[in-house]
């Protein structure tokens, strides 16, 4: 799990240096050698992280787990000497988003989202801190509060946040949206964003002991998220139909330059609505929640918004990193496998949920109706032939992730890579901005 999210992390953080270049028109000075600095340090947090916490979990490190061992929190296992290792190379991050989009400032028309933009980076580094307010003897009501500041912060809040704007940017960039109507929408999406997901951070409360005001006031706010989700997809839709349509001009189709881009992003538009939407909203109520907690409808909810939204963002950011800084011709045979990639994974995704978490979190639901949430999580019920047999169904589709999803989307990575001096080293059909036409 905590590897999946590293991965995720790494292309968000990747394809955002990437774009905060193209927003600020240039690459400044020893940023490649700054950006090879913060993936090595990278790979120390999650070599040494996951280390710390295989030999923390094997008792190798009595007095030393809390520092480099498995504190134990889920999606915060890392020890607490890697989470300040991760937060400097986050801020690293920042400061090296700054400089490339330092130039954007000079310009009137890019100085606002310029500004959001940063905004927007700077609130991930800043809401990872909440992270070391705790320590090994601290209360389990008060770790939990504060570690939901950051994972639901982050993923319905900041995270989605970021999205929104780095969507606007790449569309403002493409000249498929005006500065004001991307400043607009991200604008919006903060107010809905923020109105919701703050206070919802409760619905992650409402059994570590909190009052039952908060269990009224956050379920009303988390159910209000609903709004900012389905004007995502509404948006996503509208994509869909302007890509599909046919140019004023000539008649002909419209050529869309990062297809493969764009459909990463309709896809993060679609799971945004079924995975976080429609699936996180199921579970949200206070009366569904206390029956259904910690059963396969919770990983079901999570599998789909968390790898359909963060993670085909993710590798929607990569393709369009490596679709400007490859050649046409290396990229006419690496497009096959983006193709297959694309579809290998959000197939597979699908088939996860459809055939093996969804069905089993609903049975797994009705058994604690039937018999007790103390049945559905014991033994008797987990090892049933029932519940084993959906388990089962988890394979084909991970096997489609894989086979068909993760492996041809690394062929083009590590092809890309190796091969990126290939052919006419042609950046590809970026719009040039307003100052250079
Ligand atoms: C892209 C956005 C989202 C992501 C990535 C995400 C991810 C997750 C993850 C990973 C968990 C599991 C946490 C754990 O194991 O304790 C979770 C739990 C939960 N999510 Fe989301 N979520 C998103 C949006 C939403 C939305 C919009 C809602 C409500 C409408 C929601 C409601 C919930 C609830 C109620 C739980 C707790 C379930 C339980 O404790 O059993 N989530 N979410
Ligand atoms: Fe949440």
Partial sequence: MQLAIFWIATAYVAGALFLA??????????QAKAIHALFWTLIVVVVGSLLGEWAGIRQLLPSLWFWFGDQGWEYLELGRAWQILLAGALLFWFGLLVRAVAPAFRDPERREIAGLFLFAAIAIPLFYLPAMFFDGATH?????AWRFWIIHLWVEGFFEFFVTVMVAIIFFQFGFVTRINATRIIYLDAILYFAGGFIGTGHHWYWTGQTSFNMALSALFSALEVAPLTLITLDAWDFVRLTRSRSDLGGGKIEVPHKWTFYFLMAVGVWNFVGAG???FLINLPIVSYFETGTLLTINHAHASMMGVFGMLG?????FAIRETVSDTLWNTLEKYVRVGFWGLNGGLLMMVVMSLFPAGVL??????ENGYWHARSLAYTGSDQARLFERLRMPGDVVFILFGAVPIAIVAVRAYLERGYGQPVPAARIPMEDEK
């Avoid at 590798?315 to 393709?319: D, E, K, N, R």
């Fill in 140 to 144: 389990y009501s008060v770790v939990d």
């Fill in 278 to 280: 429609i699936f996180g």
């Fill in 315 to 319: 590798i929607g950011l990569v393709v």
């Fill in 364 to 369: 797994q639901l009705i058994d604690v109706l």
């Fill in 21 to 30: 270049s193209a927003l600020g028109g240039t690459e400044p000075k020893g």
